[in-house]
């Protein structure tokens, strides 16, 4: 019999983790980071809920860290085995891993430097050697590949659209399909296309579905209209508009957008930074792979011949000091960490600025906070207050809203569903839809529940 036991992302978004124990072996889908609230976040400093030597294999639907980000640890802690992801997922998964560990270390180390941690020697989650190692286990394979993670065990690759190599999984195994969604993308999403309807798939016995947007719609409102209607009275009135966005993903989609913007004359010709190394190398990967997004390769170059790539931390500082108008786009999205939060903290203040949050933020990031009205952030140690306008772009998610999903299960044959990657309300709802409209027996997920097959 095989089993199926939900170690996270089960009553929350984040820390996606599910344990497969089927045909004599164990293979773990998914090994995010627990992210957002305190309490979530310190999951990850406990000791994984199986022995990492007792897995056989990991299959990773995409490389968002809260997909992929604990596989350093994992390997450290004793798991041999291969990581089985997509051609695009091992390519970005090159600049995410070691870009975590290294920002964990620097995190580590400013805190012990400036004594701002609770904890009297200060250590990362896990270092730089670790992810090395972790990329190391990668084994690559096209999206639309089936492998046999472990014998008796069958894995194919469906495309999810929602950022570059994401993939659905579809598992069968003893006679029966599991298939887990990962993160969907949207049918109208501006850079990636749209994720395999499920319909197409055939019958599926049990569905694990994801539900970050479930008890929302995303609005009819052209992301285009949005940011040119925010970034124009900032940078007229010689402000300076900062994006927060996640390196890989949302800083394309952004760059698009703005760059089409700027062609037309719809926002004034003013200076335009992605101040984020990974974003920069990451936006060079989607040249490789035009069979998964939309964008024309001449369109693509044109984008980064308008855009003024920042990779050296002088000159990163240096535009703290630079002075506006101008937009910076700088990772991380929720402002969790990385470059952005410097500018945060250089020009929160100033009631000329804007900061513009384009897509979800986790309950417990900063990102969240700024959502909700707080008008000062914890940064590096101290609080600074936030005077610039603060907009959300509520038009630039890259994940399904639950018409998107509702439509996306649509047609097809399903035994049964268990909704995770969802706060408790949109899991409710998406639940709850799911019952009335399609008639599909769901349940919510709960953490360290185990499920049969």
């Not at 990492?52 to 490389?63: E, L, Q, Y």
């Not at 620097?106 to 609770?118: L, M, P, W």
Request: with cysteine; hydrophobic share 40%; aromatic share 4%.
């Amino acid at each position: 019999m095989a089993t199926l036991t939900f170690w996270g992302a089960a009553g929350t978004v984040t820390g996606s983790r599910f344990v497969l124990d089927a045909a004599g072996g164990r293979v773990l889908i998914d090994c995010g980071l627990f992210q957002g609230y305190k309490v979530l976040r310190e999951r990850n400093r406990l000791a994984f809920p199986v022995s990492p030597d007792s897995i056989d294999a990991v299959v990773v639907t995409h490389a968002h860290l809260d997909h992929s980000g604990y596989l350093p640890a994992l390997v450290r802690d004793g798991f041999r085995g291969a990581v089985h992801v997509t051609d695009g997922t091992r390519e970005l998964l090159g600049l995410l891993l070691p870009d975590s560990a290294y920002l964990q270390e620097e995190e580590a180390r400013s805190a012990a430097k400036k004594g701002y941690s609770k904890h009297q020697r200060p250590t990362p989650l896990y270092r730089t050697a670790d992810a090395d190692r972790a990329l190391q286990a990668l084994e690559a394979h096209p999206l639309r590949a089936t492998i046999e993670p472990v014998p008796g065990v069958r894995v194919t690759f469906v495309p999810a659209g929602h950022i570059l190599g994401a993939s659905q999984l579809t598992i069968e195994v003893d006679g029966r399909v599991l298939h887990v969604s990962g993160d969907l993308g949207r049918r109208d999403d501006a850079l990636m296309l749209p994720p395999t309807p499920l319909a197409e798939l055939g019958r599926i016995d049990r569905l694990l579905l994801e539900g970050t947007y479930g008890d929302r719609r995303h609005p009819d409102a052209d992301p285009a209209d949005e940011l040119a209607e925010a970034i124009t009275p900032v940078v007229r009135r010689g402000g300076i508009v900062i994006i927060p966005a996640f390196a890989v993903g949302r800083a394309q989609t952004l760059l698009l957008h703005l760059h089409r913007l700027r062609s037309s004359g719809r926002i004034p010709d003013v200076p335009v930074y992605l101040n984020s190394p990974m974003a920069v190398d990451a936006s060079i990967l989607y040249r490789h792979h035009p069979e998964e997004h939309r964008i024309a390769a001449s369109e693509l170059a044109a984008m980064y011949r308008d855009v003024r790539l920042v990779r050296d931390v002088d000159d990163s500082k240096l535009l703290n000091l630079r002075g506006g108008p101008m937009i910076i786009v700088a990772a991380s999205g929720m402002l969790t960490g990385g470059r952005v939060l410097h500018h945060i903290a250089a020009y929160g203040d100033d009631e000329r600025n804007a900061i513009l949050l384009a897509g979800y933020q986790a309950g417990g990031t900063r990102g969240a906070a700024l959502q909700r009205g707080d008008r000062s952030l914890r940064i590096f140690g101290r609080e600074h207050p936030i005077r610039a306008t603060v907009i959300t772009l509520s038009s630039m998610s890259a994940h399904a809203d639950a018409d998107g999903i509702i439509d996306w299960m649509r047609g097809a044959d399903i035994g049964d569903a268990h909704v995770v990657h969802a706060e408790p309300d949109a899991a409710d709802a998406l639940r709850r839809r799911i019952a009335m409209e399609l008639g599909v027996p769901v349940r919510v997920a709960e953490q360290a529940q185990r499920v049969e097959v």
